[in-house]
T-cell receptor, first 115, second 112 residues
Framework: KAGVTQTPRYLIKTRGQQVTLSCSPI?????VSWYQQTPGQGLQFLFE???????NKGNFPGRFSGRQFSNSRSEMNVSTLELGDSALYLC??????????????FGQGTRLTVV | QKEVEQNSGPLSVPEGAIASLNCTYS??????FFWYRQYSGKSPELIMS????GDKEDGRFTAQLNKASQYVSLLIRDSQPSDSATYLC????????????FGTGTRLTIIP
């Protein structure tokens, strides 16, 4: 069974640009969550999608957005990149993300560097 | 107060000994509790999940949950050098709060 796949693995962008990251969940998983990991802040929740609807959102500015497609694949977009957006972006998928079947499995991550 | 707190590391344990990792959380409505292992430069790997009070064992790993004390722990028996990693405690709320809140992690080193 294939795991969570994130593309690309590495990105270098310039301040002010925008970037789109992609995540393909494990087959059968309908919940996709995004997290940002930095050495200073650790792992922080960005947002969670279930059946193409954003169910939960973390405390990030509106420059961070996402969406989920009917096949459960998800994309995350960051506009007007800032140096502080440099981080490892992780996607996790779970069956439902509800009160049962909540185990979340992470992809390899996308390492974003903003210069 | 941080939402999820883990015992400060780094933690060094001799090979073959028991490693004990602790975590407390502040949201009493939390329903699901997880331990992830993260090797340097890699993504977090789920090693244990626990949903009800008590112990849950899986091989050399035992997770313990006490909701009254808002406390989760992970014991690693017969520690191996390959267990050297950062261990992350994660807590998920109930319906309508399906997000993982992570602790800052405890770096564990197993000394051969």
């Amino acid at each position: 069974k294939a795991g969570v796949t994130q593309t690309p693995r590495y990105l270098i962008k310039t301040r002010g640009q925008q970037v789109t990251l992609s995540c393909s969940p494990i087959s059968g998983h309908r919940s996709v969550s995004w997290y940002q990991q930095t050495p200073g802040q650790g792992l922080q929740f960005l947002f969670e999608y279930f059946s193409e609807t954003q169910r939960n959102k973390g405390n990030f500015p509106g420059r961070f957005s996402g969406r989920q497609f009917s096949n459960s694949r998800s994309e995350m977009n960051v506009s007007t990149l800032e140096l502080g957006d440099s981080a490892l972006y992780l996607c996790a998928s779970s069956v439902t993300g509800g009160t049962s079947n909540t185990e979340a499995f992470f992809g390899q991550g996308t390492r974003l560097t903003v210069v | 107060q941080k939402e999820v707190e883990q015992n400060s590391g780094p933690l060094s344990v001799p090979e073959g000994a028991i490693a004990s990792l602790n975590c407390t959380y502040s949201d009493r409505g939390s329903q699901s509790f997880f331990w992830y292992r993260q090797y340097s430069g890699k993504s977090p790997e789920l090693i244990m999940s626990i949903y009800s009070n008590g112990d849950k064992e899986d091989g050399r790993f035992t997770a313990q949950l006490n909701k009254a004390s808002q406390y989760v722990s992970l014991l690693i028996r017969d520690s191996q050098p390959s267990d050297s990693a950062t261990y992350l405690c994660a807590v998920m709320g109930g319906f309508g709060n399906e997000k993982l809140t992570f602790g800052t992690g405890t770096r564990l080193t197993i000394i051969p």
